[in-house]
């Protein structure tokens, strides 16, 4: 049935939306192209919650009734209405990830690009987002992120293609080693300006 919308995402955003409505929210939708869209959303409508959605600066689009996620401020889709772009720097931000990173790690699975820069983000950073599987550009500079980023499993990142991952500007004071894991795609790492010895920047 998804082919009939192929030309039309709104459409397919509709009938997604009043299904949701309409059904149970604790009942999986039976429209299995619906399943992507409702997980996803549901990602952003948390995201939201936590980081104080109601106080940032721009927040246009966002949770309106009959609105459609993908052209929520912030948020970039795919054809298929798949989530590929979370860009919301510098938009005051506040809260943690760490309730959010099994959402992360399991929903937006199409995800390309995270950018969280210059926001007020405390508590751990989820080593979940680093093992998106097509994650390539992570930036979550100039945060209040601390302590030891939690261990992302040097046995998985074999299999992810991020490119760049920026954390400078950060309270972190370890990294799980090694990040030699991401070598075979990683071409920029930024851990400037955080609470790490020096050995951990050679």
Same mark, same amino acid.
Request: with cysteine; charged share 15%; hydrophobic share 40%.
């Given at each position: 049935?998804?082919?009939?919308?192929?030309?039309?995402?709104?459409?397919?955003?509709?009938?997604?939306?009043?299904?949701?409505?309409?059904?149970?929210?604790?009942?999986?939708?039976?429209?299995?192209?619906?399943?992507?869209?409702?997980?996803?959303?549901?990602?952003?409508?948390?995201?939201?919650?936590?980081?104080?959605?109601?106080?940032?600066?721009?927040?246009?689009?966002?949770?309106?009734?009959?609105?459609?996620?993908?052209?929520?401020?912030?948020?970039?889709?795919?054809?298929?209405?798949?989530?590929?772009?979370?860009?919301?720097?510098?938009?005051?931000?506040?809260?943690?990830?760490?309730?959010?990173?099994?959402?992360?790690?399991?929903?937006?699975?199409?995800?390309?690009?995270?950018?969280?820069?210059? %926001?007020? !983000?405390?508590?751990?950073?989820?080593?979940?987002?680093?093992?998106?599987?097509? #994650? &390539? *550009? @992570?930036?979550? +500079? $100039?945060?209040?992120?601390?302590?030891?980023?939690?261990?992302?499993?040097?046995?998985?990142?074999?299999?992810?293609?991020?490119?760049?991952?920026?954390?400078?500007? %950060?309270? !972190?004071?370890?990294?799980?080693?090694?990040?030699?894991?991401?070598?075979?795609? #990683? &071409? *920029? @790492?930024?851990? +400037? $300006?955080?609470?790490?010895?020096?050995?951990?920047?050679?």
């Amino acid at each position: 049935m998804k082919f009939l919308f192929s030309d039309r995402p709104e459409l397919l955003f509709l009938v997604c939306f009043v299904f949701h409505t309409i059904t149970s929210s604790s009942t999986p939708p039976s429209l299995s192209f619906c399943g992507p869209w409702t997980e996803e959303r549901e990602v952003l409508v948390s995201l939201f919650a936590s980081t104080s959605g109601s106080n940032w600066f721009n927040s246009s689009r966002w949770l309106e009734a009959f609105s459609d996620h993908c052209k929520w401020f912030g948020v970039t889709c795919n054809a298929d209405l798949h989530v590929i772009k979370l860009s919301l720097p510098f938009n005051q931000l506040t809260g943690s990830l760490s309730p959010n990173s099994s959402l992360f790690l399991d929903r937006l699975q199409y995800l390309e690009e995270l950018s969280l820069q210059g %926001n007020k !983000l405390i508590g751990k950073i989820p080593g979940s987002l680093f093992l998106l599987r097509k #994650l &390539r *550009v @992570l930036d979550l +500079s $100039n945060n209040y992120f601390d302590g030891i980023l939690n261990d992302f499993g040097s046995s998985n990142a074999s299999k992810s293609s991020i490119e760049e991952i920026n954390l400078s500007s %950060n309270l !972190l004071s370890q990294l799980p080693e090694p990040f030699s894991a991401f070598q075979d795609t #990683l &071409r *920029v @790492l930024n851990i +400037s $300006n955080n609470l790490l010895p020096y050995s951990a920047l050679i």
